[in-house]
């Protein structure tokens, strides 16, 4: 999975998490003020740690920190004993809080850290409920708790691909495979952002099809369209995974090279346009590409950084196609 889609994902994730929390913290809080003030201290307590960890966690979603280990280490074990301990001391009443639990931690954690957790719930809570209840009762505390949990797991899986392939899907050029311009802008600002922080070196690289229009209306779109799939699977691979490639729209592409100076992207380029002119792109007709090289050096605007690529793009188109130009 690229970092890209990951990003994507987390930032779902973290926003799901944010609202369920809020949700639960908001819902669990009065009843522990009430248990505090007017019925059981014990309850009380318990439920005012979980609802205010809750809050705590909505807190570090929304400022984009939260870690889930926290919450498997500390949260996870403490919500797992409360709710055993309040069995052995109120009895039945106090289990139905085990399908909220079990709930709450296939959406606050890992997929992976979900399942130990439901399983250290039910090792805790399946046979106290044997020993507490009566036989009847256990057995449907128990065959209940593992559906929801067996419920909650299959529909976590379920949203969790159709969320990495929606992601995907969102920021990919379906007829390339490259990314498309979506997150241009955001890869850009970040790049300038790590460069200035950390003296990273970041170069664009330009890539326009040479002739296209007339390749277009001579041989037709979909010859175009290949052509365009099969430069894009190209670049794909020429490239690292740690550089991006987008297409920008029509003919053009932008490559944002990482830890990479202008100087060594000029060699870089004049191979990527050499290997394309003997790519054999369609049989029988030579295909060139006019780049464009502008690295990122002090720059703190990502647009101006853009925009010495596009003209160092088009000059390399202006003055006769086929070459590598960086100013």
Known sequence: MSTLTSSLQRDFQLKSMFRLSITAGSVL?????????????????????ISLSLFFGSWSC???????????????PFSTFYVAYQMTTVG?????????TILLFYFMLTERQAWLSNI?????????????????????????LLAVSAYAAVFLRVISKQNGELSQLAITDPLTGVYNRSLLEDSLDKALHQSG????????????????????????????????????????????????????????????????????????????????????LIPGRKITVSI??????????WKVWMKRCDENLYEAKNSGRNKVVAV
């Open 29 to 49: 809080f009065p009843i522990a003020i009430y248990h505090l003030f007017y019925n059981d201290v014990q309850i009380g307590c318990g439920a005012l740690v």
């Open 292 to 301: 464009g090289v502008a690295g990122s050096g002090s720059e703190k605007d």
């Open 92 to 100: 039945i009443s106090f289990s139905y809080w085990s399908y909220p």
């Open 120 to 144: 250290l719930f039910v090792l805790v809570t399946v046979p106290l409920a044997w020993h507490l209840f009566e036989v009847r009762e256990a057995a449907r505390f128990a065959v209940t």
């Open 62 to 76: 929304y400022k984009k920190t939260y870690r889930s280990i926290y919450t498997f280490f500390l949260l996870i």
């Open 197 to 280: 922080r950390t003296g990273t070196a970041f170069t664009l690289i330009g890539i326009d099809i040479d002739n296209f229009k007339q390749v277009n209306d001579e041989l037709g779109h979909d010859t175009g369209d290949y052509i365009l799939m099969r430069l894009g699977t190209f670049l794909k691979s020429f490239f690292r995974e740690s550089d991006r490639v987008f297409r920008t729209g029509g003919e053009e592409f932008i490559v944002l090279v990482h830890n990479s100076d202008e100087v060594c992207c000029i060699d870089l380029a004049e191979k990527v346009r050499k290997e394309i002119e003997i790519l054999s």
